[in-house]
């Protein structure tokens, strides 16, 4: 599977954005998905991930509550709606996929697609 990111911009802070991570190639519903978010200087940090029938997902504890992570397997394509944006979710996210949703859930996805970069101002 091949992942494109994509959504990110510039918000003010209590905006929303939502990302969206496009797969092609093999049978995407196989594959639990995640999204990871990176600043300069620091480790990626995990925020959500999705199985691959969309009946389990996980947050981070930083992002309960504002984040939503979905998925639309005939449109092969994952999202994450962010509401209630702060300054301190200024990163790049990248989306990631594996077919072991502990691989997801430990930043260890096989696939990653390329980062898209999310900036709130305040």
């Known amino acids: 599977v091949q992942l494109q990111a994509s959504g990110g911009g510039l918000v003010q802070a209590g905006g929303s954005l939502r990302l969206s991570c496009a797969a092609s190639g093999r049978i995407f519903s196989s594959y639990a998905v995640g999204w990871f978010r990176q600043v300069p200087g620091k480790e990626r940090e995990f925020v959500a991930v999705?199985?691959?029938?969309?009946?389990?997902?996980i947050y981070a504890d930083s992002v309960k509550g504002r984040f939503t992570i979905s998925r639309d397997n005939a449109k092969n394509t994952v999202y994450l709606q962010m509401n209630s944006l702060k300054p301190e979710d200024t990163a790049s996210y990248y989306c990631g996929a594996d077919n072991n949703l502990g691989r997801v859930t430990s930043n260890r996805p096989r696939t990653w697609g390329q980062g898209t970069q999310v900036t709130v101002s305040s």
């Open positions: 999705i199985s691959g029938n969309g009946a389990g997902t």
